[in-house]
């Protein structure tokens, strides 16, 4: 076996390079020289898209090339989120500095609202005329130590609406809430002109995995199958997945004979497992390459089947019941839908290292 899965790496080593790149979206950057340039735009999550996008002219060229905010002002996923650059002064610290962000369009009318995010905590930028006001959450949890503004400043502005209160205590620090609230506001302070909510939920995306491996250690070895679905929110967190479906696993190992102390006896032992997992699966790069963990919970039935006899247990067990799963590993990719998969995993047992190919589609 082991022979057979060297030779299909070898095999498959020339495609590595030409399926190397991250996935891509059709998309648009606007350069601040104003010109627009239509082309891909990597996916990628929202900590990414504050400080930089990828960008490529057609989808089979290999290499991106990355802008900040000083190179392009805007760009755009098609049917998607619009970044703009903002310059704006952050008032976290004592003394003020002042910065520059990509952040979504949220909001646009009287007051226009962006966010983005910085080592996953969440922020808002609002325009009023030529000035940008930097809110972020009163709750510390969300910024460590720093006492928010969120509260206030939501007072502030809707002392400018003269019209039905906008109930500011009921307003939750999230994106959907924020949104609504200066919608609102919008339509109070300027009924004539026009309020645009560019606010839309982020977007799963659903795929299909089906993994088979194994890894022979002399007497004892062990093969896995493993078949579900993958659930993915590419401009959230690209590295993050939920992951739920069916494992069966066949370990064979052996057990010491409690009976005999002076000598070591060993006698057979199989496991068979079926479970049903729910689990959280993050990747850590996005390349070739890709090391990941995961931990969730699985319902199972397992068979323990051995000649010893076990303290207060039949010798053929068979059992239910509800065990955390983790583990982790790494990735290879070969193909866009084809995988090398390396692993290690928890489930009801330490199990063997396992080794084999996964089917990704799409």
Not at 136 to 165: H, T, W, Y
């Given at each position: 076996m082991k022979n057979t899965i060297v030779l299909s790496l070898g095999l498959c080593l020339p495609f590595l390079t030409v399926y190397a790149q991250d996935r891509s979206s059709p998309g648009y950057i606007v350069r601040v020289s104003g010109d627009t340039v239509r082309g891909f735009l990597k996916e990628q999550g929202t900590n990414e898209s504050s400080t930089q996008i990828s960008f490529k002219a057609t989808a089979d060229a290999r290499e991106y090339q990355v802008y900040s905010p000083g190179g392009v002002k805007a760009f755009q996923y098609d049917g998607g989120d619009l970044f703009r650059a903002i310059a704006y002064a952050d008032t976290r610290d004592t003394e003020t500095t002042h910065r520059t962000n990509f952040a979504r369009l949220l909001v646009t009318g009287e007051y226009d609202l962006y966010s983005f995010t910085?080592?996953?905590?969440?922020?808002?930028?609002?325009?009023?005329?030529?000035?940008?006001?930097?809110?972020?959450?009163?709750?510390?949890?969300?910024?460590?130590?720093?006492?928010?503004?969120?509260?206030?400043?939501?007072?502030?502005?809707?002392?400018?609406?003269?019209?039905?209160?906008?109930?500011?205590?009921?307003?939750?620090?999230?994106p959907g809430d924020v949104a609504e609230f200066f919608r609102k506001l919008d339509a109070c302070v300027n009924p004539t002109r026009s309020v645009t909510s560019y606010y839309s939920k982020p977007k799963g995306k659903l795929s299909f995995f089906a993994y088979g491996g194994g890894l022979p250690v002399g007497s004892r070895y062990q093969y896995s199958l493993e078949a579900g679905l993958r659930l993915t929110w590419p401009q959230l967190s690209p590295g993050v997945s939920l992951n739920l479906g069916f494992r069966y696993v066949y370990k064979k190992t052996r057990i010491a004979d409690p009976n005999y102390l002076i000598v070591t006896i060993w006698h057979p032992e199989t496991y068979k497992i079926t479970s049903f997992p729910i689990y959280v699966q993050y990747r850590f790069t996005r390349g070739i390459v890709q090391p990941f963990v995961y931990g969730g919970l699985a319902a199972m039935s397992y068979d323990d089947i051995t000649d010893v006899q076990k303290v207060g247990d039949d010798p053929y067990y068979h059992k239910f019941g509800l065990q955390v799963v983790a583990g982790g590993g790494v990735e290879v990719r070969l193909l866009p839908v084809l995988r090398v998969r390396a692993e290690w995993q928890y489930e009801y047992i330490s199990e063997y290292p396992t080794i084999g190919l996964e089917l990704s589609i799409p």
């Open positions: 910085e080592k996953d905590i969440l922020f808002f930028l609002v325009r009023k005329d030529t000035s940008f006001y930097f809110i972020f959450d009163d709750d510390i949890s969300q910024v460590p130590m720093v006492p928010g503004n969120f509260r206030n400043e939501l007072n502030f502005f809707a002392v400018s609406c003269d019209g039905p209160k906008l109930q500011t205590e009921k307003v939750n620090y999230n």
